[in-house]
């Protein structure tokens, strides 16, 4: 009973401070409590005549609180007496609600009882009126709205479950009850009893209120509504405002007996026990609907079923919170999307929204570009001027996301609004807080009053900027959902010439960098407008508190803003070069890297990381400047709020004595200046994201508005005959509408079911014909129309980042039978044996892990399994060798292949198949200049016979479909296709495999995931590397400056309890000087501790790059070969950013929020010792909340990242075969594909915008709970404390918060981050090759001198596990000899030349040169004494001079000799910069024959005993073939020369040949005796038409 009579004082007190005039001036309140005679002061002033100001009425009312009056002054006496004057008036005209004939005199307010008093109560009208209607009230204003939102949102149904029952029946109880008391007034009236009209309200407004409730409840349960957060407000307001009376009539029986008014009585007890069963009930969750969506999803969110009270502090995200602290979350563990954050809701609605916008925005521009063509025809100038102007491409598209989103974003910004208001009341209600404690006479149930408001206050506040963030967040989900569906469906749409116009670059950036500006806007945008009002809320708060002296706080501004605009755009001055230094550094690591089997051959390692390491350094200087003014810029920001203050405060009281700075102006104008710099703070990131969303917005409507396809270009129309398949008549097509025909005049009609070829010199319009016939054309003229089905094969294969099968099958149902027909009948089936999953083997992105014959091969079989009606065919077999080609021909395309009865139209340049097709058609110019059957235009001898003329060439190599650079060729450093996870290897076919690796694993090794938190270890390596001098001298530097912050404050505390002598305060001069002083200290500490931490970070920065590259380097050459690029290039780039700038951002928050928690926490101690006792459970709370917090984000925010790269992987590859999958009909399949993925990323972006939500909820209500105890703790202990120390105390824990949040937020973000020092010092502990250079006695200086070189017993594999790539090798080489090298495809030639150089170790034997065993060398020293010349000629980015000598050891003379024996010297005079020629990434400014001359002036410079040619002439035309050779004999006679070649040819001139078979010596003797045994070197001899 005493806990509810509490609870209705308290009540009483907050419904007083809500209905009474909160935001009149502090002294309006300083109303004393003195025994009044008779009647109220409001009795007095309605009854008597208007109140003279001097009358002694009106005196009497100011005879009490005497002392109030000297504190306040005459002034503030005459604004309490105007005051109760203004509130006489207002309730005497409301007073008849409460009058009746038996009280007259009944009033519905009564200041005495309300808040003069020790116990605190309304009055019996206040209660039976005022608290009955405002839950009736709000449900009434509630009602509209709510009702369309049930209309508009069905979930299904619930069935009338337990709870609705319950709640119906407590709904009619209540309703009876209503009826009961309306009836009971009536039948009271009838007997006499008077009651005032309020009382006789208030019943048949409950009436109509209960049916109201059970209409809602009921359409509820229909709209499948499981929890209503309006009833359930609207319970808690009945509540609320049950409990009064039920407490007053608790109190009246007590004292007066429960006999008065026994049905009133009994009413009131069963209401409010029928009130409290149906607001528990409200606090439960109904059954799901039935017919909903979300029932049927495996893993359905839990919002949907979460109660009202649950969704809003988002404790239904606990769930998932504890499992993510458990175990590591899976994909599988993360919920399903709802419905309106899927791609399939949310993109067809923006789809449609944008067609719709962009048509009427076409209508209008084409409507004003009429008017104005018409008003320039009309010489009608001033027409012309008063036209409006065409609409911006970016108007439409804006209008689109706000037709679907505005909605959604304007609730979102009503929370904030609200959020604002109760915000600003902290501040006021601080500001009466410390007026109570400054009054010593005040009683104390006040206290706790203010204390418990400011606790509500607070909490409200963080309930709305929570929901409205919670909302910012979810649209920013759905906003990149629609962007990204738009941007995916527009690439499937676009025409080639559109295509030419943007890049896989941009429309990557569109969809990660321009989405996240635009989702950024959402949260910023509302700051534009409402900083300013915050800004404005907060000066005229602070003139009411120090009048026009607030105002010099503009001065600060004025002289921050020029300042932070100076570092900033100095700063990006350093930003700039330091990009370039980054960009430079990347494309040296990134050349580092693609090259490194380059650089390991020639054993430049060591070199080329000085190189990475200068430009490192460079990059580190401009970091470190740059983050040296960034230090600058945040203590100017962090010094902001003592600069205010100090201005403010010593302009308000130097410049009037009698202006006294006591605890309320210092405390409550602190705390108005946090708010005003947090809005100050967020008016420039607000305008920032405008400008850059802006600039996105542009780029993404240009890209959404580029030219499409006209679906209608081909067709099924009416063909004249059955027998004709494709149809063109009179066409004329062009790449777009702007551009000239690319193809004049086509009439062209093919037979169903023939073979067509197509042929004609490069450029004469072959392809162009296909992407014709595709529809991919611009038709200018003429008629197109093909009927069936078609497949369609580039000339560029495009496969898929999937298995084998996938690619094959591309989304057709598996038919087994006819797959393997396909397989055998492409040349697949050798490939697939070999593959280490077989058709499960995935293929690389862009196929980077197969060979181009390959790619061609799984091209062609993807369209045969098909079965389509027309085949259309871009040169599939220019890629591969003579014998795949033939082969391919007769299973496949030719007239016996799987295609015989297929329409086939097939563009090639191969001579000896064209007498087997049924027409050819000869293109010139971009028409038909020709065509018939092969013997028709043979005898022709017209445009056919020239071009047979043109390509019979002299070498009869190349009269079959085998051209000099038809080898198949893998980029180096990738894995073979051939290399079985067993080690078999097999030759896959005549020159049509990969290149070998001979053993290398067939797939990738993916990147680790990570899981669960960071290891301590990884922190305290990070700290090592540093050093710990300097964490210790940093840690210095964050106590000295908190110390200095205490100190300010705890001086400003002291400076408002000084006494007051004559009006004024002594020493204020030295209290000023002080202060600045101890903020100055803080500033200079500020700056200290940040700029250290920021030091600290670039010293560890630049060790652990040192250390990532060092160790990189030493990797063996098998890690690169199974490692991809991309995630060693990922650790130089996104890991190293991470450890530059993010990391020591996050420590520098976390320490400095650390430290101010630890101040926050001392001054509470300080001011109540007692609070200890709430500090430390509270405390521990937190450490749990930030235990989960961090474990479950961190795993939600890798998973996301994991599902963001196969979302960019899949827009890059639909990108690139766009015109495949249009060819294929197959775009719905690809937005299925791509919404999926999509969707897969959101099921983690969505969890961890909630888990933020959680956090910053939850920390906050932890930080509000510190303030409410050190609020009622300074009330408990007013008497010992001064009103300074729980000024000091309480402004302290109000911005406990933010720090709470702000401290787990970067705590995370470390964590999050810490991960990338993990990542590159993860290759620290992996296997190391031998050291490159050893302190022995073995060499001499001119080691080796013969060049002799023997194999004793020697074997090599690559890896353990694997087979032996080489087995048991004997021979021996002499000095000066030249050898050639040869044998099939996985024969072990290339193994010889890495086990020579030793990429990789033996695994039993030794090789000698010169008679030194190589493995007791280090491997510089071996390298740098053997020259070798790969395959591919390789440049590095940088002067033609770095490239012939890298290590700059040669002097100009000997480079000019050497570039003059490789006649190259005319050639590099006629260059611009001659020696300081700069070479493009890779050499592509230069030819190939030039680059691999320049690579043998290379290998003469380093004048080597030994040189190794492994197919250095493959990719060469014959002529520079034979001059290399040349080059060869003469310039390297001296030396012994190991010459690895596929030509037979080459090896003629060798002295001797080595011919390997399956790892091992087949034969080796001079190529004249092994031609004569008619062996393998006489079979391949054969096989090149050289016998």
């Given at each position: 009973m005493k806990l509810i009579i509490i609870i209705s004082h308290f009540l009483h007190l907050v419904i007083f401070k809500i209905t009474s005039p909160f935001f009149k001036q502090k002294n309006l309140y300083l109303l004393k409590a003195c025994p009044w005679q008779n009647r109220s002061i409001l009795e007095r002033l309605v009854e008597s005549p208007p109140l003279e100001r001097g009358s002694s009425q009106a005196k009497g009312g100011r005879n009490c609180g005497k002392e109030t009056r000297q504190q306040t002054g005459a002034a503030a006496e005459d604004q309490e007496w105007l005051l109760r004057r203004q509130q006489a008036g207002t309730m005497s005209r409301v007073s008849w609600l409460c009058r009746s004939k038996e009280d007259q005199f009944a009033e519905l307010w009564d200041w005495n009882q309300t808040w003069h008093t020790a116990t605190p109560g309304f009055t019996s009208c206040f209660e039976s009126t005022v608290l009955i209607w405002i839950p009736c009230v709000y449900l009434w204003v509630s009602f509209p709205v709510y009702y369309l939102y049930l209309r508009k949102n069905c979930r299904g149904y619930i069935r009338m479950s337990a709870i609705f029952k319950a709640k119906m029946v407590l709904g009619f109880a209540l309703l009876l009850l209503c009826l009961s008391t309306a009836f009971y007034i009536l039948w009271e009236a009838t007997q006499g009893i008077p009651r005032a009209p309020g009382f006789i309200i208030a019943p048949p407004l409950q009436v109509v209120t209960m049916v109201l409730v059970?209409?809602?409840?009921?359409?509820?349960?229909?709209?499948?509504?499981?929890?209503?957060?309006?009833?359930l407000v609207y319970w808690l307001l009945f509540f609320l405002s049950s409990i009064i009376p039920f407490s007053s009539k608790i109190q009246h029986g007590v004292v007066g007996g429960f006999r008065d008014e026994?049905?009133?009585?009994?009413?009131?007890?069963?209401?409010?026990?029928?009130?409290?069963?149906?607001?528990?009930?409200?606090?439960?969750?109904?059954?799901?609907?039935?017919?909903?969506?979300?029932?049927?999803?495996?893993?359905?969110c839990p919002e949907a079923g979460a109660s009202f009270a649950s969704k809003i502090t988002f404790w239904w995200f606990a769930g998932l919170l504890w499992k993510g602290y458990r175990q590591p979350l899976q994909a599988e563990d993360l919920w399903s999307l709802a419905r309106e954050n899927s791609s399939e809701d949310i993109v067809t609605k923006i789809e449609d929204a944008w067609n719709e916008h962009c048509a009427r925005a076409k209508q209008i521009a084409d409507s004003a570009k009429f008017k104005r063509e018409r008003a320039i025809s009309e010489n009608a100038e001033e027409t012309t001027i008063l036209l409006q102007p065409e609409h911006s491409k970016?108007?439409?598209?804006?209008?689109?996301?706000?037709?679907?989103?505005?909605?959604?974003?304007?609730?979102?910004?009503?929370?904030?609004?609200?959020?604002?208001?109760?915000?600003?009341?902290?501040?006021?209600?601080?500001?009466?807080?410390?007026?109570?404690?400054?009054?010593?006479?005040?009683?104390?149930?006040?206290?706790?009053?203010?204390?418990?408001?400011?606790?509500?206050?607070?909490?409200?506040?963080?309930?709305?900027?929570?929901?409205?963030?919670?909302?910012?967040?979810?649209?920013?989900?759905?906003?990149?959902?629609?962007?990204?569906?738009?941007?995916?469906?527009?690439?499937?749409?676009?025409?080639?010439?559109?295509?030419?116009?943007?890049?896989?670059?941009?429309?990557?950036?569109?969809?990660?960098?321009?989405?996240?500006?635009?989702?950024?806007?959402?949260?910023?945008?509302?700051?534009?407008?409402?900083?300013?009002?915050?800004?404005?809320?907060?000066?005229?708060?602070?003139?009411?508190?120090?009048?026009?002296?607030?105002?010099?706080a503009i001065a600060v501004f004025l002289f921050l803003l020029p300042l932070n605009f100076a570092i900033s755009k100095k700063r990006s001055q350093f930003q700039e070069a330091q990009m370039k230094y980054k960009d430079s550094r990347a494309?040296?690591?990134?050349?580092?890297?693609?090259?490194?089997?380059?650089?390991?051959?020639?054993?430049?390692?060591?070199?080329?990381?000085?190189?990475?390491?200068?430009?490192?350094?460079?990059?580190?200087?401009?970091?470190?400047?740059?983050?040296?003014?960034?230090?600058?810029?945040?203590?100017?920001?962090?010094?902001?709020?003592?600069?205010?203050?100090?201005?403010?405060?010593?302009?308000?009281?130097?410049?009037?004595?009698?202006?006294?700075?006591?605890?309320?102006?210092?405390?409550?104008?602190?705390?108005?200046?946090?708010?005003?710099?947090?809005?100050?703070?967020?008016?420039?990131?607000?305008?920032?994201?405008?400008?850059?969303?802006?600039?996105?917005?542009?780029?993404?409507?240009?890209?959404?508005?580029?030219?499409?396809?006209?679906?209608?270009?081909?067709?099924?129309?009416?063909?004249?005959?059955?027998?004709?398949?494709?149809?063109?008549?009179?066409?004329?097509?062009?790449w777009c509408r702007e551009s000239p025909p690319c193809l004049k005049r086509i009439n062209l009609a093919i037979p169903r079911g023939s073979l067509c070829a197509v042929v004609g010199q490069v450029g004469a319009g072959k392809s162009s014909l296909l992407s014709a016939l595709l529809g991919e054309l611009h038709r200018t003229e003429g008629t197109l129309a093909m009927k069936g089905t078609v497949a369609f094969v580039p000339q560029k294969p495009w496969i898929q980042n999937m298995s084998v099968e996938d690619n094959i099958t591309f989304g057709q149902k598996m038919d087994r039978r006819w797959y393997k027909r396909v397989v055998e009948a492409c040349a697949l089936e050798p490939d697939l044996e070999s593959f280490p999953a077989g058709s499960q083997t995935e293929i690389g992105e862009k196929g980077i892990n197969i060979s181009g014959g390959q790619k061609q091969r799984l091209s062609l079989a993807r369209a045969v399994y098909k079965k389509a009606s027309i085949y259309l065919l871009d040169d599939p077999l220019s890629a591969v060798d003579s014998q795949v080609g033939q082969h391919i021909f007769e299973q496949v395309i030719g007239p016996n292949g799987l295609l015989k009865n297929k329409t086939r139209v097939l563009v090639t340049n191969t001579i000896h198949i064209l007498p087997k097709v049924d027409n050819i058609i000869v293109i010139m110019n971009g028409t038909i200049s020709e065509k018939g059957s092969y013997h028709e235009l043979v005898q022709r001898q017209w445009a056919f016979a020239d071009f047979l003329r043109s390509h019979d060439t002299d070498e009869k190599e190349d009269q079959d479909l085998q051209g000099t650079g038809s080898v198949e060729i893998v980029t180096k450093g990738h894995m073979a296709c051939h290399g079985k996870l067993g080690g078999s290897y097999k030759s896959l076919e005549k020159r049509g495999g990969c290149k070998e690796t001979d053993g290398a694993e067939f797939t990738t090794e993916g990147e680790k995931q990570q899981t669960g938190r960071a290891k301590t270890s990884v922190y305290l390596t990070y700290l090592r590397v540093a050093g710990s001098f300097l964490w210790a001298y940093i840690l210095i530097l964050f106590i000295c400056q908190q110390a200095a912050s205490f100190c300010q404050g705890y001086w400003l505390s002291l400076w408002a309890n000084d006494p007051v002598y004559n009006g004024t305060q002594q020493h204020t001069e030295l209290r000023i000087g002080v202060y600045f002083f101890l903020g100055f200290a803080q500033a200079v500490g500020k700056f200290g501790s940040i700029a250290s931490v920021f030091l600290a970070g670039t010293v560890a920065s630049h060790e652990l790059f040192r250390r990532l590259l060092h160790d990189v380097l030493r990797l063996p050459m098998s890690f690169f070969e199974r490692t991809p690029s991309g995630e060693l290039l990922n650790r130089f780039s996104k890991e190293m950013d991470?450890?530059?700038?993010?990391?020591?951002?996050?420590?520098?928050?976390?320490?400095?929020?650390?430290?101010?928690?630890?101040?926050?926490?001392?001054?509470?101690?300080?001011?109540?010792?007692?609070?200890?006792?709430?500090?430390?459970?509270?405390?521990?709370?937190?450490?749990?909340?930030?235990?989960?917090?961090?474990?479950?984000?961190c795993q939600l925010k890798r998973l996301e990242a994991a599902s963001r790269s196969p979302i960019y992987s899949h827009i890059s590859e639909t990108f690139q075969g766009s015109i495949v999958i249009r060819a294929y009909k197959d775009q719905r399949r690809?937005?299925?594909?791509?919404?999926?993925?999509?969707?897969?990323?959101?099921?983690?972006?969505?969890?961890?915008?909630?888990?933020?939500?959680?956090?910053?909820?939850?920390?906050?209500?932890?930080?509000?709970?510190?303030?409410?105890?050190?609020?009622?703790?300074?009330?408990?202990?007013?008497?010992?404390?001064?009103?300074?120390?729980?000024?000091?105390?309480?402004?302290?824990?109000?911005?406990?918060?933010?720090?709470?949040?702000?401290?787990?937020?970067?705590?995370?973000?470390?964590?999050?981050?810490i991960v990338s020092v993990e990542r590159v010092t993860d290759y620290s502990m992996t296997p190391k090759e031998a050291p490159w250079t050893l302190d022995n006695h073995l060499l001499h200086e001119n080691w080796p001198t013969e060049g002799k070189i023997e194999f004793k017993g020697y074997s090599l594999r690559y890896r353990p596990g694997l087979e032996l790539a080489l087995e048991n090798i004997n021979l021996k080489i002499n000095g000066r000899e030249k050898v050639g090298i040869a044998g099939r495809t996985g024969a072990g030639k290339s193994s010889l030349a890495m086990g020579l150089l030793r990429l990789v170790e033996a695994a039993a034997g030794e090789i000698v040169i010169d008679g030194t065993n190589i493995a007791l060398l280090g491997l510089h020293d071996l390298r740098s004494k053997v020259a070798i010349i790969p395959q591919d000629p390789v440049l590095f980015s940088g002067s033609l001079r770095m490239n012939l000598d890298p290590l700059g050891?040669?002097?100009?003379?000997?480079?000019?000799?050497?570039?003059?024996?490789?006649?190259?010297?005319?050639?590099?005079?006629?260059?611009?910069?001659?020696?300081?020629?700069?070479?493009?990434?890779?050499?592509?400014?230069?030819?190939?024959?030039?680059?691999?001359?320049?690579?043998?002036?290379?290998?003469?410079?380093?004048?080597?005993?030994?040189?190794?040619?492994d197919e250095a002439t493959a990719a060469v035309d014959l002529e520079t073939d034979l001059q290399i050779q040349a080059t060869i004999r003469t310039q390297f006679r001296e030396c012994t020369v190991l010459t690895i070649a596929h030509r037979v040819n080459t090896l003629l001139d060798c002295d001797r040949v080595l011919v390997m078979e399956s790892g091992r010596v087949a034969e080796f003797d001079a190529p004249e005796t092994l031609i004569v045994q008619k062996g393998l070197f006489y079979r391949m001899a054969e096989e090149s038409g050289l016998v």
């Open positions: 059970i209409f809602l409840t009921q359409m509820e349960r229909l709209k499948g509504v499981q929890s209503s957060g309006v009833l026994p049905f009133h009585r009994v009413i009131s007890y069963v209401r409010f026990t029928l009130v409290i069963l149906e607001l528990i009930l409200c606090c439960f969750v109904d059954h799901p609907p039935f017919f909903s969506k979300v029932g049927n999803e495996a893993n359905p970016r108007k439409p598209l804006l209008k689109a996301f706000w037709n679907v989103f505005g909605t959604y974003f304007l609730f979102g910004t009503l929370g904030l609004v609200l959020g604002d208001v109760f915000l600003f009341l902290i501040p006021k209600t601080l500001s009466l807080f410390l007026d109570f404690i400054t009054d010593p006479e005040a009683p104390y149930w006040k206290g706790y009053f203010y204390a418990t408001l400011m606790f509500l206050l607070a909490c409200l506040e963080t309930l709305l900027e929570q929901q409205y963030m919670y909302m910012c967040l979810v649209l920013g989900v759905r906003l990149k959902t629609a962007v990204t569906g738009l941007v995916y469906r527009k690439i499937l749409a676009m025409s080639d010439a559109a295509k030419k116009a943007t890049t896989e670059g941009e429309i990557v950036n569109l969809v990660s960098v321009d989405v996240q500006k635009l989702t950024d806007l959402i949260t910023y945008f509302n700051g534009t407008w409402l900083a300013p009002i915050r800004i404005i809320v907060c000066f005229v708060f602070l003139w009411q508190l120090l009048g026009p002296y607030a105002l010099t494309k040296l690591t990134s050349a580092i890297l693609r090259d490194i089997r380059i650089l390991k051959l020639h054993g430049w390692e060591e070199n080329f990381m000085d190189k990475a390491l200068s430009v490192r350094t460079q990059e580190l200087q401009t970091l470190k400047a740059s983050q040296f003014l960034f230090s600058m810029s945040l203590v100017s920001f962090h010094s902001s709020t003592f600069l205010i203050a100090f201005i403010m405060f010593a302009v308000y009281t130097l410049a009037d004595e009698g202006n006294i700075l006591d605890v309320q102006k210092a405390f409550v104008s602190l705390t108005l200046i946090n708010i005003l710099n947090r809005a100050h703070s967020f008016l420039p990131f607000s305008i920032n994201a405008v400008v850059q969303a802006k600039v996105s917005l542009n780029r993404l409507a240009a890209f959404l508005c580029l030219a499409e396809l006209d679906q209608t270009e081909t067709g099924s129309g009416s063909l004249d005959s059955m027998q004709d398949c494709v149809v063109v008549r009179e066409g004329t097509f062009s991470a450890i530059d700038s993010i990391i020591p951002d996050k420590l520098k928050s976390l320490l400095g929020f650390l430290f101010i928690l630890l101040e926050i926490y001392v001054v509470i101690v300080m001011a109540t010792p007692i609070a200890v006792v709430a500090i430390v459970p509270l405390t521990a709370l937190y450490a749990v909340f930030q235990s989960f917090f961090v474990t479950t984000s690809f937005i299925l594909q791509n919404d999926l993925k999509v969707d897969e990323n959101h099921r983690a972006s969505f969890p961890a915008v909630v888990a933020d939500r959680w956090l910053a909820t939850n920390t906050e209500f932890l930080g509000n709970g510190i303030v409410l105890f050190a609020a009622l703790l300074a009330v408990v202990n007013k008497s010992h404390l001064s009103p300074g120390i729980v000024g000091f105390s309480v402004s302290c824990a109000l911005q406990i918060t933010g720090v709470l949040n702000w401290m787990v937020r970067s705590l995370a973000e470390m964590d999050n981050n050891v040669c002097s100009e003379e000997e480079i000019w000799t050497a570039l003059e024996l490789m006649r190259l010297k005319s050639f590099v005079l006629d260059l611009p910069d001659q020696l300081a020629y700069e070479c493009s990434e890779g050499g592509e400014n230069l030819s190939v024959g030039q680059r691999q001359l320049i690579c043998l002036a290379r290998a003469l410079l380093r004048k080597a005993k030994i040189l190794v040619l």
